[in-house]
């Protein structure tokens, strides 16, 4: 692929190898961009389907040259609406256009619910040769622990929580509570679950920003979606959407990814999928603009919530955290009010989902986690990791891409499924 300006190679590589990208890890891809010696693609050369460490460095050349040009995404903030005006839609901000979607239809949840265990077979799968092999053994011994420690770590449970139960597991043993393999394993499904607890993983109820601000009527809740690039922002944000329409609730999508066009397609696609409005900028606009563009929107519709998607990668680190910083403060200005800001992890990326949820921990206070791809890996033991390192609960779980394929999280039917 032959692209003529700096510009269209950094959307080239954006749409090229996103997924890559993520399977490195948010925290290496972001170094990668950060340095990279001089380019041995030549000039204007995107190649590949497989990107080598040279092409990463080119990707940072590329980032470096874009960077020199960065005006149009940082542009002063929108100012705020001066006390009594009307709430127009894009008259502060004008670089959102907002796209009517008159009288939308709510969709409607289609009506088999996904299970947990319908859907966790490769995980279940990876557990079952070890779990089998304990129980056959008709005795707890040394060849136990070794099976043991080795499917939680092979299943992304992660080493200090595997350590912990194995550890507790080991002294109730010794303490003679648990007498054979089959004890074992139900105290070991009852361990994961209790490391799973969290003290609160239910979702904002809706109407909390009006419930906590003086603002009374024209306040409206904002849900942030963060999260590294192909991890399921998009796609959660959508099947989020659909379940609030099928509840009766009006939402406006705001489009805040505007690093690449086909980003808000997609997003177009959710809205009428879903029944909600949308609010799209200008492609490399202004994401806090059309955030802000969305938030004045819900008000003069008296809609009950705006969603707002995020771009997952800037030029570097300090772009990506400076940028989510500024749309949590403008979606946070009256009447806009964010109450929860949801960070998406890929569940296939294991523990690299973690070294990502520390930049954006840093970013924004993040209210909860999306495990998304649970029905799609062996890893789901990443979320005992994700609550135990991250101190964060787990509040909705994706098993799938369709728009029903979302659930609140469940630790015992998690857990018993991979049983
Ligand atoms: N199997 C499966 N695929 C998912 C899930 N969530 C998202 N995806 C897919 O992951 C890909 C990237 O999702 P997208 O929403 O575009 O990610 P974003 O870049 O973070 O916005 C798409 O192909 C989605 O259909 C899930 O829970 N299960
Ligand atoms: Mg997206």
Sequence with gaps: MVVAAAHDVVVGLAVGIPVLVVAVGAGVALRFRGRGPASTVPPGEVAADVPTGAELAAGAEATRVA????????????APSPAGAAPVPGAEAPAAEVLPEEAPEAAALPEEAPTYRGRLGKARGLLAGYLGAVRSRGKIDATTWDD????????????????????????RVKANEIAGPDA????????????????????????????GSDDGDRSVDVWLFVGVNGVGKTTTLGKVATRLTAGGA?????????????????????ASRSGSEIVRGAEGGDPSSVVYDAVQRAAARQADIVLADTAGRLHNKANLIEELKKIRRVSDRAPGRVTEVLLVIDATTGQNGLAQAAVFTEAVDVTGVVLTKLDGTAKGGIVVAIQRELGLPVKLVGLGEGPGDLVDFDPVSFVDALF
């Design 184 to 211: 074992l394993l139900d105290a070991l499904r009852a361990d994961l679950a209790a490391a799973l607890d969290a003290p609160d993983r239910t979702l904002a109820p809706m109407g909390s920003a009006r419930a």
């Design 250 to 270: 009006s939402v406006v999508l705001a489009a805040g990814d505007t690093f690449r066009a086909a980003a808000g397609e997609q997003l177009a696609l959710w």
């Design 148 to 171: 043991l420690e080795e499917a939680l770590i092979r299943a992304d449970v992660g080493v200090g929580a595997t350590d912990a139960i194995l550890d507790d597991l080991r002294a």
């Design 67 to 78: 960077e020199a040009e960065p005006a149009a995404r940082e542009g002063a903030e929108p």
